[in-house]
């Protein structure tokens, strides 16, 4: 549970985080830092978007019948998968002009005095605050684990490591390969995905939304480890991909559907995506001139 909430705060946040140094580079650049404050706004309101989503996705359930629960819980970590994979593919296909389109924006919002900064911030970071959000509650479902403070703690670990390794960016400090990155921890989430829509599609059969519950398509739970060695791998197994010993066909339908369409379409898009000059990041700083370009 730790570890895959981990990673995908790590993920989320240094994406974030990397959005905010363009933007904070493209301020300072063009000696703007009297706007600065109004940004840090953005993203401070952004930062609250995953409390108030995560609060009513872990507490509000609640109060509802056990039918709605298991169809609310379907349904959301559903929607949280397609969230997810959209990002995914998108950042395959578009990485690489996000930096320009945030600029493009960022120099609109300062040519109107610096109005809209704000609303910038808070979309740019927000989408990603909640993209976490759901992602973390579909995966914390999905063990079936009624502890927040596990995942709680793995998330304010993955985010403060994305934050020290954004800041560590920005100062040059630090230069990592982040296609290389995002490639890998792409295909990590991607199986981490498919294991939340077989999740999502039992409880929608157990709800009788969907049909076939109870027609299992193997039933190894006899081999579920109870003591030794063996539990602590199971237990990371379900954790991370959701492993389960018992799953009924349209569970493994939607495994393996997933898996089969998503995996390519993402193989696809980060081929075409062009490396960053010198294969690591620079995003936070400011794009060479064309002679220092054309010079080796």
């Known amino acids: 549970m730790f570890l895959a909430n981990f990673l995908i705060a790590l993920r989320e946040g240094l994406e974030a985080a990397l959005v905010v140094g363009i933007l904070v580079a493209y301020l300072v650049k063009i000696g703007r830092r009297d706007l600065l404050p109004r940004l840090w706004a953005g993203v ?50 578009h990485a690489a002009g996000q930096k320009a389109g945030l600029e493009t924006s960022l120099a ?33 479902q999905s063990t079936m684990n009624t502890s927040a403070v596990v995942p709680a703690i793995a ?10 390794l954004g800041v560590l960016i920005y100062a040059g400090a630090v230069r990592i ?3 290389a990155f995002f490639r890998w921890s792409g295909i990590f989430l991607i ?56 799953p009924t066909w349209l569970q493994v339908f939607g495994w393996v559907a997933y898996l089969v369409v998503v995996v390519p379409l993402f193989l696809r898009a980060t081929r075409r995506r062009p490396r960053p000059a010198g294969g690591t990041t620079t995003a936070a700083t400011p794009a060479p001139t064309d002679k220092k370009a054309t010079t080796q």
């Open 108 to 140: 609109g919002a300062v040519d109107r005095g610096g109005r809209g900064i704000v609303w910038i911030a808070l979309l740019a970071v927000g989408r990603e605050s909640l993209e976490t959000a759901m992602f973390v509650w579909a995966t914390t």
């Open 44 to 93: 401070a309101v952004a930062s609250l978007v995953p409390l108030a989503a995560g609060a009513y996705m872990t507490w509000g359930p609640y109060t509802m019948t056990f039918a709605a629960q298991e169809i609310l819980g379907g349904t959301l970590s559903l929607l949280a998968v397609a969230l997810i994979t959209w990002m995914i593919l998108w950042m395959g296909t």
């Open 177 to 179: 390969d982040i296609g």
């Open 191 to 246: 199986v981490v995905a498919a294991g939340i829509v077989s999740y999502g599609i039992g409880d929608l059969q157990e709800a009788s939304v969907l049909p076939g519950w109870g027609n299992w398509a193997f039933d190894l739970s006899h081999l579920v480890p109870t003591s030794g060695i063996g539990v602590v791998p199971y237990t990371l197994a379900v954790a991370v991909v959701n492993l389960n010993f018992m």
């Open 155 to 164: 998330v304010v670990c993955g985010l403060a490591t994305a934050a020290a």
